[in-house]
């Protein structure tokens, strides 16, 4: 139930209540029936054209830079957590190919952080809603199947969000332990306060940009697509999940 209430705020939701609204309105209040259609076609136009989605996404994305671990101090040890992001069970295919390409992004940027340190140790994390094999430890082997040593991964089976992957590392390597975390550039910066309010001072690993802009990249006037749309119900879910823990960590 309560995966199903979280799943509710999205942004086509948001323009069926918008819809209805404007039905409703329709037989009622002509000037605010009219203030509603054009306000909403605006957002609309705004949400499946490229533009403003993009500028918006860079501006969160670049918040952390690509990590270079050569820069870092080598005779530190450093935990490197790769934050869970889904994953679909099936024993009889190779654990790579059972984590969703989110979960292999941030997993990929994890291991090459690992590799150009002297003492890494990665992190695995997230549960199991099923009560079956835990993402954490599919994302194990994963990385034991791109050469990683069983030695030097840890898991955490039990967190099914950010903050309890948060807490759950430290309860198991207290707040002394150096922590790198690997997740979405979109998503670093609120895993970073989630840290940071537990005594941490992280270093982040961002991983699988949404927006690429390189020497031929092209972010002017474009049609309207569904990949503009989806890119603009990330920033609504990104937002949002932010603006809640803030609340939240006002209230602690």
């Not at 040593?149 to 150096?178: C, D, V, W, Y």
């Amino acid at each position: 139930m309560m995966e199903f209430i979280k799943s509710l705020p999205t942004l086509s939701n948001l323009f069926v209540i918008w819809v209805l609204l404007y039905l409703w309105l329709r037989f009622r209040t002509y000037k605010f029936q009219r203030l509603v259609l054009i306000t909403g076609s605006i957002c609309l136009l705004i949400c499946i054209t490229s533009y403003v989605p993009k500028l918006i996404v860079t501006t969160i994305e670049k918040h952390y830079s690509v990590l270079d671990p050569q820069a870092l101090d080598q005779n530190k040890t450093y935990f490197i957590h790769v934050l869970g992001a889904g994953y679909n069970l099936n024993p009889d295919l190779p654990a790579l190919t059972q984590l969703g390409s989110t979960s292999l992004s941030r997993l990929s940027e994890g291991i090459r952080v690992f590799r150009l340190l002297d003492k890494p140790v990665l992190v695995t994390s997230a549960y199991s809603k099923y009560g079956l094999e835990s993402q954490a430890s599919v994302t194990r082997k994963a990385a034991i199947e791109l050469g990683v040593s069983s030695q030097h991964i840890r898991m955490l089976e039990n967190p099914s969000t950010t903050l309890e992957e948060a807490q759950a590392f430290k309860s198991r390597f207290g707040t002394s332990a150096q922590v790198i975390i690997a997740t979405d550039a979109m998503h670093m910066s609120r895993a970073m306060d989630i840290y940071r309010d537990l005594g941490y001072e992280p270093i982040a690993a961002p991983t699988n940009f949404q927006v690429h802009f390189g020497p031929k990249a092209y972010n002017g006037l474009s049609m309207p697509s569904y990949q503009s749309f989806q890119l603009s119900n990330r920033i609504f879910r990104t937002v949002l999940k932010q603006g809640y823990y803030l609340a939240f960590r006002a209230r602690q």
